[in-house]
């Protein structure tokens, strides 16, 4: 069987021999799935569901500024619609402005007037003209606009600790201080609060290809000078510093700069370490975003599933330095990268967004809250217009990816508590790979509602689920199912309404529930006691 129990530590994905009832791919019989709310497990952070947005294509620019004088209708030249769309999201965090773009981003070449603000190249991303129009106040109003938190990355690959503490000076200082007064000048006189500290990005590749050890040096006046001002950041507020972490399964960060921290003295600290690992199938990124077949879908599900043990990996090196888990894992860069739309520029990362990437998301969301003692940040790459976004744009026009409806679904996980779910998940095939046909996760969310996340992988056939909830009458399980007529089925413009929610309900049975789970489809289900 496919064993996804989780009671709060994390274990990884393994597979073990199934009944023969289940063992076939074509069997009908029904999976049963028991959840025992009687033994919760770890706090699932809302920080899980975080956003990334760098200035990378049309992700900024477009995606979500547009000007004040534009015809799209914005406030302070940010989009309204795109605002509106994320604040049903609930956001919690946005990590700007990169990615590669940060550690060549000087944030004086953003901030005052936008006649004065100095044009340059985006030498990472397309070659494309950088007008420098979205800079600190911009985004500062973006995350307040959405109600979400700020996740600054400094630049420490081509910056210098000076740099970046006087930014982080310039946002949160006094207004009485020479810093805090050039603030008001420029049209805040209250300090911004910056949540979340990004010390560098992929410090070992695009962000100056740095060694673990020659990182740790070099981070660690970053981590000691790069001071937040803000008085009202402190305690659980404070400011969270989080370092650069591994690539992929490569250890050597993960116990390099934990190690440096587990000798750490009180001149500097940090709280978190990222780890970034996309869905590709391989290097470089090929797979198509439409008109794939199912041998595609297949081999990119199961890349996808790898990030439960990859996080598992990088969590047993971190429990070495860190038994307390003081330090989290931020997943700070994740999602499908595929082969860029034809005819875009290949430097723009443009693809389309389709229901077998709302799988992937939600299979990946599952594999975070089952790891919510370790993994308690992530970030989606990207927000609008870039990899697998949320949000699609087009001049005026704006749609919403079913990655998108799934992170909407999925809102009762946010700051919810991991139930244990035990089942026999049965088995998918197709061209030789072999894969869960089901997946399950329960939660009991901040109010004490009961719910239920299914995921059927199999894009053929519907499941019969047969839940159980241990010590409890259920009466009625109901919530939403997102499916679609094919895996590569999208929203377009011309039609945005493909793939989306709709009703869904299960048949209350003595100690449980039964459901008829639609092939290739997630759904998120109430249980009401």
Same mark, same amino acid.
């Given at each position: 069987?496919?064993?996804?129990?989780?009671?709060?530590?994390?274990?990884?994905?393994?597979?073990?021999?199934?009944?023969?009832?289940?063992?076939?791919?074509?069997?009908?019989?029904?999976?049963?799935? =028991?959840?025992?709310?009687?033994?919760?497990?770890?706090?699932?952070?809302?920080?899980?569901?975080?956003?990334?947005?760098?200035?990378?294509?049309?992700?900024?620019?477009?995606?979500v500024w547009v000007g004040e004088d534009s015809p799209i209708p914005n406030v302070r030249g940010i989009r309204k619609d795109v605002v509106a769309a994320l604040r049903a999201i609930r956001v919690p965090n946005v990590r700007w402005p990169g990615g590669c773009f940060a550690d060549e981003y000087h944030w004086r070449h953003g901030i005052g007037p936008a006649k004065d603000r100095r044009v340059t190249i985006n030498s990472n991303w397309g070659g494309s003209t950088e007008p420098n129009s979205f800079g600190t106040e911009e985004f500062m109003d973006f995350v307040d606009q959405i109600?979400?938190?700020?996740?600054?990355?400094?630049n420490v690959g081509s910056g210098t600790v000076a740099e970046a503490a006087e930014w982080i000076e310039y946002m949160t200082a006094d207004p009485a201080t020479t810093a805090g007064k050039e603030r008001?000048?420029?049209?805040?006189?209250a300090p911004y609060k910056v949540k979340y500290l990004g010390l560098g990005n992929e410090s070992w590749a695009c962000g100056g290809a740095m060694t673990p050890e020659h990182y740790t040096d070099v981070m660690k006046p970053f981590a000691r000078f790069v001071r937040n001002y803000n008085p009202a950041q402190t305690g659980a507020e404070a400011m969270q510093r989080i370092a650069v972490g591994p690539s992929d399964d490569d250890p050597a960060y993960t116990d390099g700069v934990m190690k440096a921290w587990k000798s750490h003295d009180w001149s500097w600290n940090i709280e978190g370490l990222s780890l970034h690992h996309y869905t590709t199938g391989g290097w470089p990124p090929s797979y198509p975003s439409t008109g794939f077949d199912e041998g595609g879908y297949a081999r990119l599900v199961k890349a996808t599933l790898g990030m439960d043990?990859?996080?598992?990996?990088?969590?047993?090196?971190?429990?070495?330095?860190?038994?307390?888990?003081?330090?989290?894992?931020?997943?700070?860069?994740?999602?499908?990268?595929?082969?860029?739309?034809?005819? =875009?520029?290949?430097?723009?990362?443009q693809q389309q967004n389709s229901m077998r990437d709302a799988i992937i998301a939600a299979l990946n969301l599952n594999i975070f809250a089952r790891h919510g003692d370790r993994v308690r940040m992530t970030n989606i790459a990207q927000m609008a217009n870039v990899l697998q976004a949320m949000i699609l744009t087009d001049g005026g026009k704006m749609v919403l990816t079913p990655t998108y409806h799934v992170f909407k679904m999925y809102l009762p996980f946010q700051d919810a508590t991991l139930i244990p779910v035990r089942f026999d998940a049965a088995t998918y095939s197709q061209g030789g790979i072999t894969l869960p046909r089901v997946d399950a996760v329960a939660v009991r969310d901040k109010a004490g509602q009961l719910w239920l996340a299914l995921t059927n992988l199999d894009p053929n056939r519907p499941v019969r689920i047969d839940a159980h909830f241990a010590g409890l009458q259920v009466r009625a399980a109901r919530g939403e199912v997102l499916t679609a007529p094919r895996v590569d089925s999208n929203n377009s413009f011309e039609a945005p309404m493909t793939v989306v929610p709709k009703p869904f309900a299960a048949k209350a049975i003595k100690g449980g529930a039964q459901i008829e789970l639609p092939g290739k489809s997630v759904a998120m289900l109430q249980i009401e006691e």
């Open positions: 069987m496919f064993d996804f129990v989780r009671a709060g530590a994390a274990i990884s994905l393994a597979l073990v021999p199934v009944p023969p009832a289940l063992a076939q791919s074509g069997s009908s019989a029904p999976v049963v799935v =028991t959840v025992d709310p009687s033994k919760p497990g770890s706090r699932i952070d809302r920080n899980i569901f975080g956003q990334f947005a760098e200035h990378l294509g049309t992700g900024i620019y477009g995606g109600g979400s938190e700020a996740y600054v990355s400094v008001a000048k420029n049209g805040r006189k043990a990859l996080i598992a990996k990088h969590s047993a090196i971190m429990d070495k330095y860190d038994p307390e888990k003081k330090v989290s894992l931020a997943v700070d860069e994740w999602g499908v990268w595929l082969a860029p739309t034809p005819g =875009t520029n290949p430097g723009f990362l």
